[in-house]
């Protein structure tokens, strides 16, 4: 199966005023589409061809595989960005995700500023993220197109912090672009369903998928 850019969950302007309809159309329609483009054209007539999006990733994840792994790892990362925040969305987690970050953090607030800097301290371009890493959260930044996918952590939500993600918005205002995305546009419904599937995964109960992760991309 080709590789294809997936649509966005939301129409272009459903994240306004956080995220304006000019900045998703340029990341999802130029930046997300250039990395599964040079994905689709690396694997080509290659034994990873018909292989999933995730796979391609997993499998490309080694130093002479360079250029394949930074495209394909930003396709899966932008994928996963865009199902990791809704119209409407951010405040307080709910569900068994809520439950974790008051025993991991102690609180909605002290999740909230290790987030906040992790995401902030990022050095350059990069992501941030929470994850489940055994049977309790962390949160993690990644540089470049670097990605938890890859590891033993199982990845519940992310956030964008190269530059293209909030210039047109915010400028160089990469602070209040994070306070957006937790405020108003996190979608926790997304991380409870990556836990919940993660967690049944350890628990080994068939998943009939092929992934603990909620977001599956071809
Ligand atoms: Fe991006």
Redesign the pocket.
Known sequence: MSLTLPPLPYALDALEPHISRRTLAA?HGY??AAYVDRTRALVRGTPLESASLEEIVRASAEPRQKALFNAAA?AW??AF?WRSMRPGGGGDPRGEVARLIGERFGSQRAFSQEFVSAASDQFGSGWAWLVLDGDRLQIISTSNAETPLITSQVPLLTI?V?E??YYLDFQQRRLDYIAAYLAHLVDWDFANQNLSLAQRSQARIPLHQESAIAVQIR
């Open positions: 990341h930046h997300h930003q990362n932008h960005y964008d190269w293209h993600a």
